[in-house]
């Protein structure tokens, strides 16, 4: 994915277990999102309509 500041990866952060939430679907609204030039990492729990800045990693 790319952006007008650089290169960025997405990150889904919610974990299902197959058998158990068959019905499901496979993502939601939560991710994690990294600038792989400058290491800053933004959070979004509404898909992409707000940001919470976590910090450089």
């Not at 309509?49 to 450089?56: E, L, T």
Request: a positive charge; proline letters at 2%; charged letters at 20%.
């Amino acid at each position: 994915m790319v952006h007008a500041g650089g290169y960025f990866q997405e990150y889904n952060t919610t974990v299902y277990h197959v058998h158990a939430n068959a019905g499901l679907p496979r993502r939601d609204a939560n991710r994690i999102v990294r600038n792989v030039r400058t290491g800053d990492v933004w959070w979004t729990d509404d898909h992409y309509a707000s940001f919470h800045y976590m910090g450089r990693h």
